[in-house]
């Protein structure tokens, strides 16, 4: 095949993010939000990856990587491109393809470096359309390995969280200790509102300062990492029986567990406010923090409508999100 195309869905994460770095649980959910891949051979420039993004980044690589040309965007631009580079070569690696020029176009309708996980599904829809072009089928785990250590040249202590989530779609607990994951089942529909504080953040870097707290505090972060765990396991009990009320009420637990470990944020603070105030039943950051996205827990469809509408009255971009039960399209 000369060309493919693939898509994956971002994310959200409900429960024990940064915790699962350590081999904690997490809850997260995909959400219907999307990039979009189209790959195509390049058959005059065997040599060569061109990767291209409509978020207004564009770069080509040789394929032994000692070569970058920057073709659009400023300093920032070889940073979101490095890893879609790594993912086509180590597909072209796992083929023992070495002669394939390969062009990838990414075209996104997810919030840039808020926490919604635009990098993992940008590496999984990438890995999974060049494979595509190889035309024999790989399956979504094989697919989502790679997506990881695409992922790892950015953001060394990747979980592996954010991979999964898109690579399988639905709402699942990830085990950060054994890399595996459960889909959960749950009795009710889940309103949930994301909202943007406007400052965006590199993953990796929270994670390195979140690191540091846990060295210099190793009692506290055991004990903390110990509370997350059992909010974990009470959520997914609370989801599995529909009860909102007590999901709501452990998000906010988590959220204070967030902040102690020093990645919240007083803008974060005001939206969980304006969220409490239009009738939130829970909310918290979703992602790595530092400022990025919030997402909360409404009564009702009608009532995430009102939430939404609060928010941004108040300055917040906001937007109500369904769960994604599809994952990786390709
Ligand atoms: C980032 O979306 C989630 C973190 O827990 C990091 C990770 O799991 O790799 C902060």
Redesign the pocket.
């Known amino acids: 095949m000369s060309q493919a195309k693939a898509s994956a869905p971002a994310k959200i ?1 409900l429960f024990g ?2 915790f ?2 350590y081999g904690n649980p ?1 809850i997260l959910a995909a959400i219907d939000k999307r990039i979009s891949v189209h790959a195509r051979t390049l058959f005059h420039n065997d040599d060569k990856i061109v990767i291209r993004s409509d978020i207004g980044v564009a770069g080509e690589y040789k394929q032994n990587g000692d070569f970058f040309n920057l073709l659009e965007g400023g300093v920032e631009a070889k940073a979101v491109l490095d890893p879609l580079c790594g993912a086509v070569m180590q597909v072209l690696s796992t083929r023992n393809e070495k002669k394939v020029g390969i062009e990838v176009s990414i075209l996104s309708n997810v919030p840039l470096g808020i ?1 919604l ?1 635009s990098s993992a599904a940008s590496c999984v829809a990438t890995v999974a359309a060049v494979d595509l072009l190889f035309e024999k089928n790989t399956s979504r785990q094989h697919v989502c390995e790679i997506a990881i250590e695409s992922e790892r040249q950015i ?1 060394k ?3 592996g ?2 991979c999964y989530v898109s690579t399988f779609g639905g709402l699942i607990q990830y085990q950060g200790k054994s890399k595996s994951f459960e889909k959960i089942e749950t009795k009710r529909s889940l309103p949930l509102v994301v909202a943007s504080t406007g400052i965006k953040h590199k ?1 990796s870097d ?2 390195i300062a979140v690191n540091r707290f846990k060295e210099e505090n190793k009692t506290v972060f055991d004990s903390l990492a110990e509370q997350a765990r059992d909010i974990c396991s009470q959520a997914w009990a609370a989801i599995e029986s529909g009860n909102g009320d007590r999901i709501g009420e452990l998000m906010n637990e988590n959220q204070i567990l967030l902040q102690q470990i020093g990645i919240s944020h007083e803008r974060v603070h005001d939206i969980i406010n304006i969220c409490n105030k239009a009738g939130a039943i829970g909310a918290k950051i979703t ?2 923090g530092g400022g990025g996205a919030i997402v909360a827990l409404a009564s009702s469809k009608l009532e995430s409508i009102k939430i939404a509408s609060q928010l941004k009255e108040a300055g917040y971009p906001s937007f109500e999100v369904e769960i994604d039960y599809k994952g990786l399209s390709a």
């Open positions: 994460i993010e940064h699962v770095v997490a926490g996980g953001h202590r990747t979980s969280a954010d993953t929270l994670v992602g790595a």
